[in-house]
């Protein structure tokens, strides 16, 4: 699906393991990955200054990791000062990277904003798509787990659908990677669309015509990715939709969880309740989280 990316580790996150797994993220379809870790300022003296000493041994770390293999993938290990806010959206530009992956534990609405610092600043700064990974589960995989999930990491998406304007954007974002000849897209896709507030029996016209809207419309939508290529899996829920979505991720195997949002001045705010933060905020899957363009 994505060609070039830029895996961003603060050695906290247990992202740098996945420099022993090149060969494997090259089967899923890489052929540049830039792993990258940012060294704050040296402040000491109140007069920052670069920390020479700091990117060395940062990047002695990431190459101490470093496993290419016979992988035909272009491997580059970047360690620039500053904070990551800044360096990111600079390695982004330079190596034409397509995906961030990121690490943000889960998080509650109240001890922080929806995704962790860095990550929340990313999703401001750059329309780059987003891969959060959980560092409470990359940390305690084994190295035959972690292989799997690097060859896997987008093979099969679970799409959250309710007709809306963000389902809407990322269906039309979706479909042009699908189109596009240059990049592998999931092997399979699954459409889920939650009707929430049912009637307690479930039975009432309301409810039926509601559902019988969505099973329409999703149909529509599955055919509309089914024509430019993909295998497209589809279902109707009732319930909370947090809830359903993660049970059907669960149900189906899925690799990871595609949402978005479609306003960048409120993007991921924790005044601006939305699915998209619920999930990148609770969900323990991995989220590919597709920014606004403006």
């Given amino acids: 699906m994505f060609r070039h990316c830029l895996i961003c580790t603060d050695f906290s996150d247990g992202l740098q393991r996945l420099a022993r797994f090149v060969p494997d993220l090259a089967a899923g379809g890489l052929k540049r990955i830039v792993f990258s870790h940012s060294v704050p300022l ?117 799409i959250p659908y309710n007709d809306g304007e963000a389902a809407n954007y990322l269906l039309d974002t979706l479909k042009a990677y699908a189109q596009n000849a240059e990049t592998r897209f999931p092997e399979c896709c699954m459409l889920v669309w939650v009707i929430s507030e049912v009637s307690r029996r479930g039975t009432d016209e309301r409810t039926q015509y509601r559902l019988q809207q969505a099973h329409e419309r999703l149909a529509a939508v599955k055919a ?38 479609v306003t960048r001045g409120a993007v991921l705010e924790l005044a601006a309740p939305s699915f998209a933060n619920e999930v990148v905020r609770r969900s323990w899957f991995p989220v590919l989280f597709f920014s606004p363009e403006s």
């Fill in 42 to 158: 040296w402040e000491e003296g109140g007069i920052p200054r670069i920390d020479e000493e700091g990117m060395q041994a940062a990047r002695d770390r990431l190459e101490s990791q470093l496993n290419v293999g016979d992988a035909e993938v272009e491997v580059i290990i970047e360690v620039p000062s500053g904070r990551p806010a800044e360096t990111i959206p600079k390695l982004v530009n330079q190596y034409d990277i397509e995906v961030i992956i990121t690490g943000a534990p889960t998080r509650s609405l109240v001890k922080e904003k929806v995704f962790g610092s860095t990550t929340l600043a990313l999703a401001k700064a750059t329309n780059i798509p987003l891969m959060v990974l959980r560092p409470q589960l990359v940390s305690t995989y084994t190295q035959e787990e972690l292989a799997l999930r690097c060859r896997a990491l987008w093979r099969y998406l679970l």
């Fill in 224 to 261: 509309e990715l089914e024509a430019v290529g993909l295998t497209v899996n589809a279902e109707v829920r009732q319930g909370d939709t947090f809830t359903e979505i993660t049970d059907a991720a669960l149900d189906f195997d899925i690799s990871a969880i595609a949402t978005s949002y």
